[in-house]
DNA sequence: AACGTACCCTGCCGGC
DNA sequence: TGCCGGCAGGGTACGT
């Protein structure tokens, strides 16, 4: 499930329950989990995302990072089947993940950097979503805000739901996009991401989409019915009045 | 550079 | 009720 807002939301849930606790164990249930042990006997001094990852800063400069992929997450409380768990002194982390696609990795920092590095940047840093490597390539707009080398943190759902609210078309070359169209896109992906990141974990429990997944269903602008195609093997949903 | 395909896995859903 | 194909919000590797 997780893109940006999830992650984020993620971020603060594991925050409150984790932040200086003492790691005091490692328990690995999945052999595809390669976890080094010596992140034992460390605190975790900070819980933080960048785009779709989630960072545990620990004490002597060494980083958990973890990518949840399509159905990775953590559990403050132990679930039925879980990949690894990382214990502490008050408790203990789980990682779910049924498809088993999540990956976790201890880095340290100036590995970490390297790897961030890579990263487009935050949508939601003060400055808004900077699209300037969006805009270099000729491939469809909602194509290109999947690469999180170009901006992070989009996934296939925001992608969708952040053209709408720009009343974007799809299929548009990025490159061909127009200021005004690009100003409204800024506003789009923020609206999507914020709006998401303000339900907090209530956000499981509500179909919140203007769009994703609502293929033949009346547009909420426009009633018009929402279309699905296909861009680049996944779905995509746009309402083909309001979105040019 | 862009596009298509295959792959990594499991669970769920609709159709029969 | 049970089976089965198709599909899924992520990303990588490869060939054209």
């Known amino acids: 499930m997780p893109e940006l807002p999830e992650v984020q939301i993620l971020v603060d849930q594991l925050t409150s329950g984790l932040m200086g606790a003492r790691i005091t164990a490692v328990e690995v249930r999945d052999a595809k989990i390669k976890l080094r042990r010596d992140i034992v006997g460390r605190r975790v001094e900070q819980i933080w995302r960048r785009g779709k990852n989630l ?22 409380k132990e679930p039925k089947r879980y990949r690894a768990a990382i214990r502490t ?49 000729t491939r469809p707009i909602k194509v290109a805000l999947l690469d999180q080398r170009l901006i992070a ?44 990141i303000d339900y907090g974990p209530r956000i499981f429990n509500v179909q919140h989409f203007a ?26 949903f746009y309402c083909p009045r309001c979105q040019r």
């Open 153 to 196: 943190g989009i996934g296939n759902i925001y992608a969708s739901e952040s053209l709408w609210w720009a009343r974007v078309n799809p299929r548009r070359r990025a490159n061909r996009l127009r200021v005004v169209e690009l100003k409204a896109l800024r506003a789009g992906i923020v609206k999507s991401l914020r709006k998401a």
């Open 211 to 236: 769009v994703y997944d609502r293929g033949g269903k009346p547009c909420l602008r426009c009633r018009t019915p929402i279309r699905r195609i296909v861009q680049a093997q996944r779905s995509t």
């Open 89 to 137: 002194g008050n408790g203990a982390i789980y990682f779910e993940d049924a498809r088993r696609f999540g990956v976790m990795d201890v880095l340290a920092s100036s590995q970490l950097h390297a790897f961030l590095a890579a990263l487009g940047p935050e949508p939601l840093s003060k400055e808004g979503p900077n699209l300037s490597r969006v805009v270099k390539t």
């Open 55 to 76: 960072i545990f800063d620990l004490s002597g400069g060494l980083h958990l990072l973890a990518h949840l992929r399509m159905t990775g997450w953590f559990e403050l």
